[in-house]
T-cell receptor
Framework: GAGVSQSPSNKVTEKGKDVELRCDPISGHTALYWYRQSLGQGLEFLIYFQGNSAPDKSGLPSDRFSAERTGGSVSTLTIQRTQQEDSAVYLC?????????????FGQGTRLTVV | KQEVTQIPAALSVPEGENLVLNCSFT??????LQWFRQDPGKGLTSLLLIQSSQREQTSGRLNASLDKSSGRSTLYIAASQPGDSATYLC??????????????FGKGTHLIIQP
């Protein structure tokens, strides 16, 4: 696609429910990154994929968070048993490859509100 | 652990002024440094990417410099315009040896250009 696409753009969910956030990277980009931006905080790195594998999951805040990527393209970030502190904007980015001097391109984000 | 600091946190100047935004990082082992702008409620737009081997990059009225050894970067905006009003984020991609992970962001400089 022309750019990184994320869906939904907004999600309101009840505490305790599971949510899935989707990211469609730029076509041909092998590296995909997830970040979280909480109110008043900087962007926090969560996880990145090179192809379908995730070499670095160290940023995931708890075991309620998981992510997968299939076919080297679409990625899904799943949050189980959501808590109010999960409320944030979740941003996805992609780049041509990881580990070299390439530029990251961001989607518009998914604003998650847990009530 | 890489830490990125941006100074000032907020800046308000009259239209037409030249201005400098500062970014510092603690670990000089980086792949690259990228400057972004974020408009309210929107995703990130990449402005400039500086490779670790470069000292500066220019795009239109923007010029970004990198001094990797001292852990500093500056974003220079010439002849500022009201449309430049946004939050400017600095981010570094760490060289983690086994492959690059995501970007580490500063908390941004919130810039207002007064008409």
């Amino acid at each position: 696609g022309a750019g990184v696409s994320q869906s939904p753009s907004n999600k309101v969910t009840e505490k305790g429910k599971d949510v899935e956030l989707r990211c469609d990277p730029i076509s041909g980009h092998t590296a995909l990154y997830w970040y979280r931006q909480s109110l008043g905080q900087g962007l926090e790195f969560l996880i990145y994929f090179q192809g379908n594998s995730a070499p670095d999951k160290s940023g995931l805040p708890s075991d309620r968070f998981s992510a997968e990527r299939t076919g080297g393209s679409v990625s899904t970030l799943t949050i189980q048993r959501t808590q109010q502190e999960d409320s944030a904007v979740y941003l996805c980015a992609s780049s041509l490859v990881a580990g070299v001097n390439t530029e990251a391109f961001f989607g518009q984000g998914t604003r998650l509100t847990v009530v | 652990k890489q830490e990125v600091t941006q100074i000032p946190a907020a800046l308000s100047v009259p239209e037409g002024e030249n201005l400098v935004l500062n970014c510092s990082f603690t670990d000089s082992a980086i792949y690259n440094l990228q400057w972004f702008r974020q408009d309210p409620g929107k995703g990130l737009t990449s402005l400039l990417l500086i490779q670790s081997s470069q000292r500066e990059q220019t795009s239109g009225r923007l010029n970004a410099s990198l001094d990797k050894s001292s852990g500093r970067s500056t974003l220079y905006i010439a002849a500022s315009q009201p449309g430049d009003s946004a939050t400017y984020l600095c981010a570094v991609r760490r060289n983690s040896g086994g492959g690059a992970d995501g970007l580490t962001f500063g908390k941004g400089t919130h810039l207002i250009i007064q008409p």
